[in-house]
Each structure stands twice: as C-alpha cells, then as structure tokens.
C-alpha cells in the first residue's frame, strides 16, 4: 500500500519558538494532503487541506497565520507551528491522498511545548 | 454541519468475546471508511464500503453499509488482545471537492487475556 512518513515523530520546544513538521508521500504521487491534530483519546480533528501549488484551506477556527502550510511538490507538505505555546501540545498526524478513496496517514509527530 | 456519531465510546471485552462498533451520519455518504489506531499510533485504513446494504469480511472483522448508507458498523468476531485499539469510522464531507473526511470520535477496545 502507499507509505506517507512524517518527520520528526517527536518534538519538545520552548514556549515562542516555531516547529516545522514534514510530511512525504514515498510512493506516489498526493495533490491533496491533509493536516489533522488529534488530543489525548480524542477524534482526529481537520486542520486543514493543502493543495500542491496552492494556498492551503483551513478549517473553521484554525489561525492560518499560526499554522503555516505549505505543498511545494506532489510528495510534499509541511507544517509550520509558528510561536507555540503548550496549548499547541498534541499529535499532529497528516495524510495523503492518492487519487482514489483512500487516505494514507502518515506516522504523526508527537508535539510537546514547555 | 456533518456530524458523524460513534457508540460506544468504550467497549472492555473478555478475549474471545464478540464486539461491535456503530457509526451513524447525520447525512447520505457516498462512501465510509474504516480505520484502527493502536494505542500510541497513527491511524490505518481498514477498509472502505460505498455500496448501499454492502457488507465486507475481513478474516474475524465484518463490516456493513446501511441501506440508506447514513450507518454502518463492525464487528469482531472472538476479539484477541491484538485487536485494542480505537476504531473510526468517517465519511467524506458533503459535496467535498477535496475529498476531507470527518470523523467519529472513535470506539475504544480493550480486550482483557
């Protein structure tokens, strides 16, 4: 099946500072990739939907300014937690979509901020 | 908005004992999917089903579409420990160009050896 990696699988950052996570889709090609933030037993929440070559699409209540996106090639999305604070502490998981039904999720990146 | 809904949201089983999961949509999907994180992983996709009344087997796991393909629902034959985990079912977004899914809050598994 398709392999989407994310790195880094875990971060620990300053309050303030911004954290950069990747996410590559190894074996295909994904126009579409999503961004979801899942708390501790809880759902996978939407963030947002970036498009190569394109602005991302942010959901409801999601700062763009704050969670920066972008999809500069097929296999290639990242995310950028700019000035984050402990309230960005989650697991942030993205997904690829391979032109069918199916998404590919990728590992996640355990985020924690101090 | 689209709400998916999950029940139970807990489920603590002996092993060998059975276990089902549902998930009903507010709206028509045209398609719902299946999938299983263990505890400290990432999702998986398990499977998709897009035909009204449709039901799929998966070794002990059988999973069915509704006739009216707003619910669905999985089932675990004889549950083992490595069936723990959480299920989630989702379905694509209204009209979604996209294709974003939105999720249930999942049904926790724990199987007790």
């Known amino acids: 099946g398709a392999v989407v990696s994310q790195h880094p699988s875990w971060v620990i950052c300053k309050s303030g500072t911004s954290v950069k996570i990747e996410c590559r889709s190894l074996?295909?090609?994904?126009?579409?990739m999503f961004w979801y933030r899942q708390f501790p037993k809880q759902s996978l929440m939407l963030m947002a939907t970036?498009?190569?070559?394109?602005?991302?699409?942010?959901e409801q209540g999601v700062e763009k300014d704050k969670f920066l996106i972008n999809h500069a090639s097929l296999t290639l999305s990242t995310l950028t937690v700019t000035s984050a604070h402990p309230e960005d502490s989650s697991f942030y998981i993205c997904s690829a979509h391979s032109g069918t039904d199916t998404q590919y999720f990728g590992p996640g990146t355990r985020l924690t901020v101090l | 908005g689209q709400q998916v809904m999950q029940i139970p949201q807990y489920q603590h089983v002996q092993e060998g004992e059975d276990f089902t999961t549902y998930c009903n949509s507010s709206?028509?999907?045209?398609?719902i999917q299946w999938y299983k994180q263990r505890p400290g992983g990432h999702p998986v996709f398990l499977i998709q089903l897009v035909k009204s009344g449709e039901v799929k087997k998966q070794k002990r796991l059988t999973f069915q579409f509704g006739e009216a393909k707003k619910n669905s629902s999985l089932h675990i034959t004889a549950t083992q420990t490595t069936d723990v985990g959480t299920y989630f079912c989702a379905g694509p977004f209204s009209g979604g160009s996209n294709y974003k899914l939105t999720f249930g809050k999942g049904t926790l598994l724990t199987v007790n050896p």
């Open positions: 970036s498009n190569e070559g394109s602005k991302a699409t942010y």
């Open positions: 074996d295909f090609q994904a126009t579409t």
């Open positions: 709206t028509t999907l045209s398609n």
